[in-house]
C-alpha cells in the first residue's frame, strides 16, 4: 500500500475551500404583531460575533485565509511588481505643513519611506535651524500591540496638552475602532531636544479604554474624550481628570438620538470645548468654558437642532464672540455669522469697518450663489475661511478689530472685520495653505 507524506495531504486539503455550516435562525422585520411583520431564515447568521471572540468563528476565517493564499499563492511576483509600480508613482519622504500651538512650538507629521506609519514631530516657534523632537512614531506605537494587530495599526488622533508637557493619543489595532488613550509625557526643554517618551513604546502615564478616538484637552488636568454606545455610535462625551482612575470620570453629554453622532474637540483659541451632535443634514453644538467643569456648569447650547439645518462653531476669546458657518434660511452654500457667548443663539451678519462699507462691501461672507463655504479658522486679528469658487478651492481672509479699537482685544466691544480678501496662489501653494488651515 502507498503511503502519502501529510504535506501532501495538507496540499490535497487546502484545494477544498472551507464551508461554513447552516443552522436555521429567524429574522424578524417590522413590529410585533403587525400585519406588515415578515420573517426570513438566515441560516448563516452564527457568522456575526460583535466581540470578535468566538473561536469557530475565527478558525472558520483562518482556514479562508489559508485557502485563498494557496490558490493565489501563484500570483505573488504579480503582486510584488504591481506594488513596486505603484510605489515609484508615490512620494515617501513628505513633511506635512507645520501648524503653531500656544505652547510655543509648531507640530507635524512626516512620512518615511520604509516606514510603514507616520512620526509626529515638533520644533520651537520661530526657530527654522530648532532640533526637531518626536512627539510619537507610530511605528513604535504598532509594535507594542499583539503580532497579528501590528500591520493595522490605527492612532485616530495625537493631541498635545495645552503646556506641551503631556501628550494624548488613541490607538486601535483590531480595525473596530474602539480606541486606548495613552497619555504619556513630554519634555519641554526648549530646546533641549528631547521628545520624552515619544517613541511610544511604552511610557504611559495612564490609559483609557472603549473610547470612540475623538479627544479634547481643556486645560492641563482635564481631558474630553467620546464612547460609543450598544450599537458602535458615538454618543457619549466623558471628562476626564488626569491622574485619577477612569472608574471616576464624569458623563458631560449623551446623546439619545440614534440618528446622530457626537464628536468633541478644542477651539483654536483653546477658551472653549465644542460638542457637535450631527445626523447626514443636521447639527447641534454646545461647549464648555475654562472653570465650567469645575463649577459643575452642564455644556451650554450654542442653537437647537432644526431638521436640515447645519452649522460650525469657532470662537474669538478676546472679544467672547462665535464665528459661525450656517446654512439656515435657504443658504445653502453657508454664510458667515456673529454670536456673544452672553447669547449664543441670536445671530448677526459680521459688519465690516466703516472704510470698507465705504467701498461697497457687504456683510463679511454673506450667502453668494457661485460660492460655498466649508470651515471658518479664527484668530486673535484674522479669520480664513475655506470653500470653493469657480470650480477651484479658495482661502479668504479678513482681519478682525473691535469698534473703536486698532486691534482684535479687549471685553465687552464690537467684533467687525476689514476687507475681505481672497488669497492667490499656485497649485502648490494652495496645498500647502490648506494643510496649515
Known sequence: MATVSWSVLAAVALQVPPVAKRVPHAVHFGAAGSKDRLTLNDDLFWLRDDTRSSHEVLELLRKE???????????APLREELYQEMLSHLQEEFDQFPSPAADGYEYWSRTVAGRPFRLHLRRLRGSPMAKEEVVLDINAV?????????????VAQVLPSPSGRLLAYTVDGTGGETYEVRLQRLQCGRGDGGGGDGDGGGGALETLQGTAGSLAWLDEATLFYVRHDS???????????VGSPQEEDTLVHEEEDPLFAVRCWATRDGSLLLIASESKETSEVRYVQQGDAAAGRPPRLVRRRAFGHSYEVDSHSP??????LTNEHGAVNSELRLASLDAPSVWRPLEVAAAATAQGESPVLAHAAGRSLDAVFVFDTHLAVTGREGGASQVWVAPLQLAGGDAAGGDGEKLIAGSVRRLEFDEAEGYAAQAWG
Not at 65 to 75: C, I, W
Not at 319 to 324: N, V
Open 65 to 75: 485565509n489559508e485557502y485563498s493564499q494557496s490558490r493565489t499563492a501563484h500570483l
Open 142 to 154: 504598532a509594535a507594542t500591540l499583539p503580532k497579528e494587530q501590528q500591520a493595522q495599526c490605527g
Open 319 to 324: 472679544s467672547r464672540s462665535l464665528l459661525l
Open 231 to 241: 450599537t458602535h455610535r458615538p454618543s457619549q462625551v466623558w471628562r476626564h481628570t
